[in-house]
């Protein structure tokens, strides 16, 4: 664990919702970009800023429908955070955003 300022929630993606219809029919999985708008709603919520950019983001194992995962987010500065993003102990994405007010 780290010394530096962080939160951790839970995200789950019911299997009705709209963008598995299309990513990817018949083998769905959450998408990227619904992952990234976790992050900036979570940072929005914890520190009320907004995110400005991705400095860098890898995705390494897909969210299925339905499946839980823990976001966390570690704050380096006032206006950079570190993000993971675990489901049971396998790292599905991780990176790093810059924010603004």
Known sequence: MSDLPEITRGIRF???????????PGRPIV????LLEQVALAW?????LRLRSIADAKF????????????????????RMRFTIVRAGTMLARGTVEGST
């Open 31 to 34: 998408a990227g970009v619904l």
């Open 44 to 48: 929005r919520e914890w520190r009320g």
């Open 60 to 79: 390494v194992a897909p969210l299925l429908p339905g499946e839980e995962a823990m976001l966390t987010l570690t704050e380096i500065s006032e206006y």
């Open 14 to 24: 019911e299997p009705g919702h709209p963008s598995f219809a299309g990513h990817f």
